[in-house]
């Protein structure tokens, strides 16, 4: 599980990204939803995938 302040912190990344892509007209914006979503739910599946998750395996 991501700790706080990753979670705010990726929350603004995701948003700052989307804000750029619409700005700019870009479909690059789209991917500020990565991001956003991992803030939202607390999993990052590339932690666990680097086995760096704090969250126990089952």
Same mark, same amino acid.
């Given at each position: 599980m !991501?700790?706080?302040? @990753?979670?705010?912190? %990726?929350?603004? !990344?995701?948003?700052?990204?989307?804000?750029?892509?619409?700005?700019?007209? @870009?479909?690059?914006?789209?991917?500020?939803?990565?991001?956003?979503? #991992?803030? !939202?739910?607390?999993?990052?599946? #590339?932690? %666990?995938? !680097?086995? %760096?998750? %704090?969250?126990?395996?089952?």
């Amino acid at each position: 599980m !991501l700790g706080k302040k @990753s979670r705010i912190f %990726r929350a603004f !990344l995701g948003v700052f990204i989307i804000a750029l892509g619409v700005h700019f007209g @870009s479909w690059w914006g789209a991917l500020g939803i990565i991001p956003l979503f #991992v803030a !939202l739910t607390g999993v990052c599946p #590339v932690c %666990r995938f !680097l086995q %760096r998750c %704090r969250i126990p395996h089952r």
